[in-house]
């Protein structure tokens, strides 16, 4: 994670991440009246899931979608994205 990469091995098992996070952290604000701060346990769960954030998440989805399609190419100090 250290090089900005935060896609996934494939779409799917980032849409299931994406899923769990989300469910996690629309559960630990839902639940807050019923459990109190117990339900706040849930955010560890959601920041996991989403590797930080949500817009970590979604930066991620675009990096995996676009993975294989798009390349990088350097020569001569030139870099371009290629197809």
């Known amino acids: 994670m250290g090089d900005g990469d935060f896609a996934s091995a494939s779409v799917a098992r980032h849409l299931a991440r994406g899923a769990v996070g989300l469910g996690a952290l629309v559960g630990a604000v839902a639940l807050l009246p019923e459990t109190g701060p117990w339900s706040l346990l849930l955010l560890p769960v959601a920041l996991a899931a989403l590797r930080g954030c949500p ?16 390349r990088r190419s350097c020569v001569d100090g030139r870099c371009t994205v290629v197809r």
């Open 55 to 70: 817009t970590c998440w979604a930066v991620g989805l675009a990096q995996t979608i676009s993975r294989g399609r798009l």
